[in-house]
Structure formats: C-alpha cells, structure tokens
C-alpha cells in the first residue's frame, strides 16, 4: 500500500482559492490511480475527482467541476487540488485517495474502489 498525508486546508471566505496537496510514500507512485474525497458533519463521504496514474485524464463530480482541478507530479510523488471560487457547501474534510491502476486511464469515482487513504485536511469556508 501507499502512504498518504494531505496538506493546504485552512479557513477561506466564500468566493476564494485553496490549494490542497497530498504526498505519497511507499510503493510506485505511477502505479497508482489517485482521487480526493470529502465529508461534511453528519454527511457520508462524497467523490470529488480523480486522476489516472498517467496523469492525462481526469473526472470530477458535478458539483466541483469547473471550480476545482485535480492534478498530479509522479516525479514529486504529490497530488493537488486547486479549489476556486469556494462555496459555504464546500466546506468538509478533504481526504486523499490511491487505488492500483487496472489500466491506464482508470479515474474511479467509488469509495470502494480506494484502498488507501491519508488523513484528512479540513477545509472551513465563511460565507
């Protein structure tokens, strides 16, 4: 498995940027389909994007897209999410996911499809 730490989150106003980051260790990072997910108080954990191992394709919910990038740097071994023009709804803890590649282009979207996850960073947005 991948080790995984999530960094970036903080409080931002309504209609701000955050830029979170995730570090993985452990096994072959290009290996690795990764994904960001976030739950909100008294909420169940929701996709927010994923981005296959080669890094060139990317999916994103309905919610994110268009406001949020997800992105990645195999020789850095991090993850990124850029977060734009944030919502009060978008405020949770952010969580970063890894999953083996079953083949190149792979972007899972299902919870059950990580099998490893950091820690969480919250995210606050004040409206």
């Known amino acids: 498995q991948v080790q995984l730490v999530e960094s970036g989150g903080g409080l931002v106003q309504a209609g701000g940027s955050l830029r979170l980051s995730c570090a993985a260790s452990?096994?072959?990072?290009?290996?690795?389909?990764m994904g960001w997910f976030r739950q909100a108080p008294g909420k169940e954990r929701e996709f927010v994007a994923a981005?296959?191992?080669?890094?060139?394709?990317?999916y994103y919910a309905g919610s994110v897209k268009g406001r949020f990038a997800i992105s990645r740097d195999n020789a850095k071994r991090m993850v990124y999410l850029q977060m734009n023009s944030l919502k009060p709804e978008d405020a949770a803890v952010y969580y970063c996911?890894?999953?083996?590649?079953?083949?190149?282009?792979?972007?899972?979207?299902?919870?059950?499809?990580?099998?490893?996850w950091g820690q969480g960073t919250q995210v606050t947005v004040s409206s």
């Open positions: 996911a890894a999953t083996d590649a079953t083949w190149i282009n792979y972007v899972p979207s299902g919870i059950t499809e990580y099998n490893s």
């Open positions: 981005i296959s191992a080669n890094g060139l394709r990317t």
């Open positions: 452990g096994r072959t990072f290009n290996d690795y389909a």
